[in-house]
């Protein structure tokens, strides 16, 4: 069985950075389209940012848009969200997505997104 598992969330304070990773539990990512979304509390889940198959393409929210960065390691294991500056609305949870295989156009529409990790939490608190 296969799933996206998230990490690196956890407590930052305003003005701190964060990288958050994703791998693939028993698949590896290259050939997908992969994205970033979080879910502020009561809030609906938005689109953070998207990467194309093949790699080249990316894409941000207008909330995160000239203070994040998306990639994927050269090894195409594992996905990366780096996030600067981040501020108390940052907070929420942050879940990776992956588009069916070798779909590739990136879209912030959630019926989109084949398969979804657990999530992680991150806060941003002085």
């Known amino acids: 069985q296969w799933q996206l598992v998230e990490s690196g969330g956890g407590l930052v304070q305003p003005g701190e950075s964060l990288t958050l990773s994703c791998t693939g539990s028993?698949?590896?990512?290259?050939?997908?389209?992969l994205g970033w979304f979080r879910q502020a509390p009561g809030k609906e889940r938005e689109g953070v940012s998207c990467?194309?198959?093949?790699?080249?393409?990316?894409m941000y929210g207008d909330s995160v848009k000239g203070r994040s960065t998306i990639s994927t390691d050269d090894a195409e294991e594992t996905l990366y969200l780096q996030l600067n500056n981040l501020q108390p609305e940052d907070t929420g949870v942050y879940y990776c997505?992956?588009?069916?295989?070798?779909?590739?156009?990136?879209?912030?529409?959630?019926?989109?997104?084949?398969?979804w990790g657990q999530g992680i939490q991150v806060t941003v608190d002085s």
């Open positions: 997505a992956a588009r069916g295989f070798l779909l590739g156009t990136c879209t912030f529409l959630e019926s989109a997104w084949l398969d």
């Open positions: 028993g698949f590896r990512i290259d050939g997908y389209t």
């Open positions: 990467i194309t198959w093949p790699r080249g393409t990316v």
